[in-house]
């Protein structure tokens, strides 16, 4: 039986066009991508927790459905439950798929399930691995997602081209990437958390600190010397590295001198003031059923 073909005319491919898609799992990121993707595409919602389904749809003004009714309607599926998830779910909507008898392409998003190791169920099943964190997507920061599927590349374009750029390469490289740059950030943000707090500087000007310059300062990465201010910073990081100025504890205000640390390590939680890393909290929170990948 020939694989990813719309309804009504077997003979003849999708092309580059998703159809209909459906999001299934209704986390943070499928929730944010069904909001994204809606802008351009029609979307249909689908989570295990139908308290989930029927909230996120009223939020997204989205159709909820059971997963019976998205496959009856769905060109483009994307699979963005938990990880350990991801097989059973599949299994589900393959099952499904030979009752209803219309096929859709499924688009395995979990950047730690490769693709080629989930079960092979008759159906078409690619990968989309995005390197990002969500509240970036829902911010409209484009990214790079990956696909190791080159006779899908163009229809994956299109359909996140709102998203970012798709590029061909192996997909497990994503993960990693987004794991080691989560650890860096956190552990980075906990640093400067310690440093201004320790300073005696108030709560929100830690966090405007963090939100505002280090995430700017990062989306400008790498850095340009043009900038006055940057290449200011630039030459006050070479002397230190250098030696040859004091460190940044030594140039706090005066009353609010803070205890020197190593600049890469991250100092334990006990030592940190509870405010510092409260506004991180979100980081280790309970995911939603159906949550990002």
Sequence with gaps: MTLGLRPGNPAEPRHNDPGTIAVVGLGRLGSV??????????????DSDPAVARRV?????????????????????????????TAAALRRLAALTEQVGRRALFVNMATSVPTEDLPDL????????????????????????VTSAPRR????????????EVVLGPEACVGPANRAATKA?????????????????????VRAAIRNVFVGTALDYPPSDANPYTRSVLEE?????????????????????????????????????????????????????????
């Design 33 to 46: 991508l069904a909001d994204r993707l809606a802008e351009r595409f029609p979307v249909l919602l689908n």
């Design 57 to 85: 749809a009223a939020e997204l003004s989205l159709p909820d459905m059971d997963q019976r009714e998205i496959l009856s309607a769905a060109d483009t599926v994307l699979l963005c439950v938990p990880p350990q998830e």
């Design 122 to 145: 008759g159906v078409e099943v690619v990968g989309l691995k995005p390197v990002c964190q969500f509240t970036a997507v829902a911010l409209g920061l484009k990214t790079v997602l």
């Design 153 to 164: 590349i163009g229809l994956l374009r299109t359909l996140a081209a709102d998203l970012g």
């Design 185 to 205: 950030a956190l552990r980075a943000c906990a640093e400067l958390a310690a440093e201004l707090t320790g300073r005696g500087l108030p709560t929100d000007i």
């Design 237 to 293: 990081i070479a002397a230190e590295a250098a030696g040859t100025a004091p460190p940044a504890a030594d140039r706090a205000p005066a009353g609010h001198r803070a205890a020197v640390r190593p600049p890469t390590v991250l100092p334990p939680t006990d030592l940190v003031p509870p405010d510092a890393l409260g506004w991180a909290a979100w980081a280790e929170r309970p995911v939603t059923p159906g949550g990002p990948a």
